[in-house]
Nanobody
Framework: QVQLVESGGGLVQPGGSLRLSCAAS????????MGWYRQTPGKPREFVAT???????VYADSVKDRFTISRDNAKNTVYLQMNSLKPDDTAVYYC???????WGQGTQVTVSS
């Protein structure tokens, strides 16, 4: 059984930073592409970043040069380091291995002064 548990969200001021974590079980993060997605009310879920099994990373244009996706193989955890946060980054962030039906419960990120 695959479980994905996101954490690390919260309230941060514009320009601030947060690091999200996705602790995985039932799936090995080093053997699968892993991604982060986000959603705001009334809008479809959108791609944020992905890291492949061969460490290739891809980012949405809106977060490029501000966000960094990485993983800790020993902890079977995927991270999203978010810097220079903007109010438009406010959303629920989800961990998701592409081309699967597995999603975490999400973690809320709110960027506001």
């Amino acid at each position: 059984q695959v479980q994905l548990v996101e954490s690390g969200g919260g309230l941060v001021q514009p320009g601030g930073s947060l690091r999200l974590s996705c602790a995985a079980s039932g799936i090995t993060v080093t053997r699968n592409a892993m991604g982060w997605y986000r959603q705001t009310p009334g809008k479809p879920r959108e791609f944020v970043a992905t890291i492949t099994s061969s460490d290739v990373t891809v980012y949405a244009d809106s977060v490029k040069d501000r966000f960094t996706i990485s993983r800790d193989n020993a902890k079977n955890t995927v991270y999203l380091q978010m810097n220079s946060l903007k109010p438009d980054d406010t959303a629920v962030y989800y961990c998701h291995p592409p081309r699967t039906d597995y999603w975490g419960q999400g973690t809320q990120v709110t960027v506001s002064s």
